[in-house]
Nanobody
Framework: VQLQASGGGLVQAGGSLRLSCAAS????????VGWFRRVPGEERDFVAS????????FYADSVKGRFTISREKAKNLVYLQMNSLKPEDTAVYYC????????????????WGQGTQVTVSS
């Protein structure tokens, strides 16, 4: 699976961004697609994930109520709508695919995109 993340940028606190993840190379049936983020010098953190078949989402507590993950099956796209952004959301955001369906552990995700930078100014 090849993944291409896009949509990052610079936004003021309280603003919104929508990230997109385009998947190609194989069907995502029975897989889970997730978003992670990493701040320089820290580990990659789970943000949200969604089952490809049923669209069932799961969120980290830090983004629950502010971020929404969704997928568009016909276009092989996964989105992360980010609202009420905070400076602490600043990070490089990665999309990834878990063939095993693992929800949030980095080690469950085998395929990774290149990342897109999100910067939230105060």
């Amino acid at each position: 699976v090849q993944l291409q993340a896009s949509g990052g940028g610079l936004v003021q606190a309280g603003g919104s961004l929508r990230l997109s993840c385009a998947a190609s190379g194989r069907t995502l049936t029975n897989y889970r697609v997730g978003w992670f983020r990493r701040v320089p010098g820290e580990e990659r953190d789970f943000v949200a994930s969604i089952t490809w078949n049923w669209g069932t989402p799961f969120y980290a507590d830090s983004v629950k109520g502010r971020f929404t993950i969704s997928r568009e099956k016909a276009k092989n796209l996964v989105y992360l709508q980010m609202n009420s952004l905070k400076p602490e959301d600043t990070a490089v955001y990665y999309c990834a695919v878990s063939p095993s369906g693992g929800v949030r552990a980095v080690e469950d995700y085998r395929f990774w995109g290149q990342g897109t930078q999100v910067t939230v100014s105060s």
